[in-house]
């Protein structure tokens, strides 16, 4: 009998006539500009030493907001100073890492549904990431 392999889904980048109304549905209007910026912030203090800023890319699955990931480099290394991870990390995992950070803290100031389901539906997907065990690392 023959074995069939399922692909493993990947996310796929907004275009760009979808862009603005990404991180409304992802974090949802009222923490639009928190959460963008909490994403970015995370960032900075994940990957000090290689993000400066940029482009970032938005990513669905599914019809569904993702996650956000940095343009300016196609490598990032994470530092651990917040969980204790060390390691280098492709854009998209890094993103994964900053956007679930960004879910995480603002999580404790508003019990938004956005922030819930968003949250559970990118951790859902970093468990079939190739770089699962990496994102779970830096997240713990």
């Given amino acids: 009998m023959p074995t069939f392999m399922i692909a493993r889904q990947s996310a796929t980048t907004v275009p760009q006539g979808r862009r603005q109304e990404f991180l409304p549905t992802l974090f949802g209007r009222s923490l639009l500009i928190v959460a963008?910026?909490?994403?970015?912030?995370f960032m900075g203090r994940l990957s000090p030493l290689d993000y400066g800023g940029g482009f970032w890319d938005f990513y669905e699955h599914e019809g569904k907001p993702l996650f956000l990931a940095p343009k300016s480099r196609s490598r990032f290394r994470?530092?651990?100073w917040i969980t204790?991870?060390?390691g280098e990390v492709s854009a998209e995992?890094?993103?994964i890492i900053a956007t679930?950070?960004?879910f995480s803290h603002l999580s404790f100031h508003d019990q938004s549904e956005h922030l819930s389901?968003?949250?559970g539906r990118l951790y859902a997907?970093?468990?079939d990431h190739p770089e699962a065990a990496e994102i779970f690392q830096a997240i713990d």
Wanted: hydrophobic share 40%.
């Fill in 36 to 41: 963008e910026n909490a994403v970015y912030s």
């Fill in 78 to 80: 994470i530092t651990g």
């Fill in 84 to 86: 204790g991870f060390q």
């Fill in 93 to 95: 995992a890094a993103g």
């Fill in 100 to 102: 679930l950070f960004a």
């Fill in 117 to 119: 389901e968003g949250y």
């Fill in 125 to 127: 997907y970093s468990a």
